[in-house]
């Protein structure tokens, strides 16, 4: 019901499954990246509300013990920045591209979160629940593809919201202004 009231005020919205993705999503300058960490979603929003959703994979509702450290792996819900896409190389972890798009926090500090694929994405992507990463967010190649491009298209940098509460973040840009100037 969530998504059907989102996809309401949206001109134009398409789902990932069964499409040629590539042609579908045109990057645009100022697209977010909203991932609702509840339903392992995300979505590509343009400014004017467009939108194209996708499934993806949110971290491990647990504590774990992964590189060293000991932490509760549930992806954080904030509010992110793109501002490096790394190349990790082929790997399981980072999946045959080994492409790494690194997560900032609004005071430019630099975090171990990211976007990235999986060698078992697809495996992955394919549950229901799909809370299995260590804390990043991966997405399938093709995806990935079309982030990475998004990013381009805005200079280098791409903001990610991570929320339980997708619904304001999807909101147009323009109509989000607009409803906190008249309140």
């Known amino acids: 019901m969530f998504i059907g009231l989102v996809f309401a005020w949206s001109a134009q919205t398409a789902h990932a499954e069964g499409m040629d ?3 579908f999503w045109i990057p645009r300058t100022n697209d977010r990246f909203v991932v609702d960490v509840q339903e392992n979603i995300g ?3 343009h400014e004017n509300g467009d939108v194209f959703s996708f499934p993806v994979v949110t971290g491990q509702r647990r504590t774990v013990h992964y590189i060293g450290l000991t932490y509760f792996a549930a992806t954080p819900e904030r509010q992110w920045t793109v501002r490096t896409h790394e190349n ?5 972890t980072f999946g045959p591209s080994g492409r790494f798009l690194r997560l900032f926090l ?5 975090t171990a979160y990211g976007i990235h694929g999986h060698m078992s994405a697809e495996e992955m992507l394919s549950e229901e ?3 299995r990463s260590m804390g990043c967010i991966i997405v399938s190649e093709p995806i990935l593809d ?3 491009r998004t990013l381009d298209a805005n200079g280098g940098t791409l903001r990610v919201i991570t929320t339980r509460k997708a619904e304001t973040a999807l909101l147009p840009t323009e109509k989000t202004a607009f409803t906190a100037a008249r309140k």
Do not use: F, Q
């Open 43 to 45: 979505y590509l929003v």
């Open 129 to 131: 629940k799909r809370y």
């Open 106 to 110: 609004d005071d430019g500090e630099r």
């Open 88 to 92: 990790k190389g082929k790997s399981v």
């Open 21 to 23: 993705t590539g042609n």
């Open 146 to 148: 079309i982030v990475a």
